[in-house]
């Protein structure tokens, strides 16, 4: 591993940039441009290892496939000498076993399909040099917490005055580890979902499931009390249980799978096993990937990949099964004919101890009436506001994204002046009309519109 130079934290970050086609350099030089970043541009694998030789580079993305070095190659070999660059794999074309190397090998913090659209590219640059600086902020306090761990020995002997003090420092520090290693996770939890909407660009927008499905497993794990933990592990199965599918041709990946041909049928029995095989390298993602591998298996044992039955399905497993089916049967994806909801509901029930656990089913029953009616029911503290009735300290209850389906805020946001005065503005300029739902605290007042 080659060591690079350091950077400060008041440097503007170095984004690299390579790909063999200066077009394409040129197009995202122009996008970067008056942001908060220094970009170098690279033709090359050889050209932009040279570069990284002589200076220190915070964020590298790639072009998959390039004449010489290809980007999963490329990236493996910065995943080993500089293995604190962030990595990002860009490409055209969806190449199951690039993407597999690119994970594997260059352990890749994120992938991007081209052509890219502009705002999700920036929100991607910015969530992964924002990962970046907590990872660093993270390790200089666990460095810091080790060295007043040593001189608390030298000093415990004749200082004992200092102790106290001491240690209510390293309690601090505790106390701002555990916050940094929390805001770490949550970003984890946002990539994914930022993701998913990427992906969700192979779909027309009448295909699209992944953000209702998420939304509907963050209503079950609300009203049922379901510990941090396992609801961040379900959002990010919700987010990403499809990604197998992205090596499908277009009829494939829109075709009910009721309707596929018996190739295609094995092929698509195999999208879980595929969605895990991506995911399983990034250690964050390993519940996820385990609840996604067994999501299509069915509660009488006839589900794939590994025919589980009843309680021997992970229980996660079985309410994202549950939440997957309920959207695409809506969706057109399972049947041909596509369902209302209340129609999606009586399909589920009636296979209540076939396909889903029967004791689950009516609680999910349950829950999609709370999440088909108005959230607000759920929570009496939760209004569903206007941009103009919006005020700073209220809290985002659901994630707010915009009519593309593009991610402008996640939930747990808290509102400021200058943000709601962006998303007015925003609102405005797409001619758009957003009901946003927020939590509003006891010291916040609603304001009253005429």
């Known amino acids: 591993m080659e060591e690079q130079l350091p950077t400060t934290l008041n440097d503007k970050p170095k984004v690299l940039l390579v790909d063999d086609e200066e077009s394409i350099l040129n197009s995202l030089r122009r996008l970067l441009r008056g942001q908060p970043y220094e970009v170098l541009l690279a033709t090359s694998g050889a050209q ?3 570069i990284m030789r002589q200076q220190s580079i915070d964020l590298v993305m790639s072009d998959a496939r390039m004449p010489n070095m290809d980007g999963a190659t490329l990236l493996a070999h910065i995943q080993q000498r500089y293995p604190d660059t962030i990595r990002i794999m860009l490409t055209g074309y969806a190449d199951p076993s690039a993407i597999i190397k690119a994970i594997n090998e260059g352990q890749i913090h994120r992938y991007i399909s081209k052509p890219w659209h502009d705002e999700e590219m920036l929100l991607t640059l910015r969530q992964s040099l924002t990962y970046q600086h907590s990872e660093r902020e993270r390790l200089r306090l666990v460095q810091e917490t080790w060295d007043q761990n040593e001189k608390l020995k030298l000093l415990n002997a004749t200082l004992e005055k200092h102790v106290a003090s001491r240690t ?6 505790a106390d701002m580890l555990d916050l940094a290693y929390e805001e770490l996770k949550h970003s984890y939890v946002t990539g994914t979902e930022v993701f998913s909407l990427l992906a969700n660009l192979r779909l027309p927008p009448a295909k699209q499931t992944n953000r209702q499905i998420i939304e509907l497993v963050r209503v079950y794990c ?6 941090e933990g396992t609801s961040r592990d379900l959002t990010m199965a919700a987010a990403l249980y499809n990604i197998g599918k992205l090596s499908w041709t277009d009829s494939m990946i829109t075709a ?14 195999g999208y879980p096993k595929q969605s895990e095989s991506l995911l399983m390298t990034l250690e964050p993602m390993k519940d996820a990937a385990r609840l996604i591998l067994h999501h299509q298996e069915r509660w009488d044992g006839s589900g794939f990949p590994d ?17 997957v089916d309920f959207i695409e049967l809506q969706r057109g994806l399972i049947l041909e004919r596509q369902m209302n909801s209340d129609e999606a509901l009586v399909y589920i ?12 089913v009516e609680d999910f029953i349950q829950v999609c009436a709370a999440y088909l009616s108005d959230i607000s029911l759920v929570d009496p503290s939760i209004k569903v506001l206007t941009t103009r009735e ?5 809290i985002l209850a659901r994630n707010l994204n915009a009519d593309n389906g593009m991610l402008l805020l996640n939930a747990g ?12 503005a925003f609102e405005a300029m797409e001619g758009a009309k957003y009901s946003i739902f927020v939590k509003v605290p006891e010291d916040v007042a609603v304001l009253e519109t005429s």
């Open 48 to 50: 932009a290892l040279e």
């Open 168 to 173: 209510a420092e390293l309690q601090q520090t």
């Open 222 to 227: 609300k009203l049922h009390g379901v510990d």
């Open 256 to 269: 009910p799978a009721d309707l596929l041909h018996h190739s295609d049928r094995e092929r698509y029995r």
């Open 307 to 323: 025919r589980l039955r009843g309680e021997a399905i992970p229980f996660g497993s079985r309410l994202l099964k549950l939440a």
């Open 349 to 360: 029930r009636s296979y209540a101890g076939r396909l889903y656990d029967p004791e689950l």
């Open 390 to 394: 919006l005020v700073a300290g209220m």
């Open 413 to 424: 946001k808290v509102l400021n002046g200058p943000l709601v005065e962006k998303l007015i």
